[in-house]
């Protein structure tokens, strides 16, 4: 079983940056894949983006160039850094760990963009 954990969400201004976490309970170098999700009010679960273990990295459209997603190994987190922010990006933001055919996903945590 792996546990995952979101940090970092609040209420940031349009334009305003913010940098939201995902802790894991065992190595990431172990796991095939870390990915980004959101969902706001009423609407569908939709990718944001993702790292594979070699490090590859894919974004959603609506996020390329706004958003980049890392990782620190030797904290076995992963981050989303998202800059130029928009009232659109309000979502819960959720955390995936994908290994061989299992998927473990956190609670999320609450992004609010509002003036």
């Known amino acids: 079983q792996v546990q995952v954990v979101e940090s970092g969400g609040g209420l940031v201004q349009p334009g305003g940056s913010l940098r939201v976490s995902c802790a894991v309970s065992r190595s990431i170098l172990s796991i095939n894949t870390m990915a980004w999700h959101r969902q706001a009010p009423g609407k569908q679960r939709e990718l944001v983006a993702f790292i594979t273990y070699g490090g590859t990295t894919n974004y959603a459209d609506f996020v390329k160039g706004r958003f980049t997603i890392s990782r620190d190994n030797a904290k076995n987190t992963v981050y989303l850094q998202m800059n130029s922010l928009k009232p659109e990006d309000t979502a819960v933001y959720y955390c995936?760990?994908?290994?061989?055919?299992?998927?473990?996903w956190g609670q999320g945590t609450q992004v609010t963009v509002s003036s």
């Open positions: 995936s760990a994908h290994s061989g055919k299992y998927g473990y």
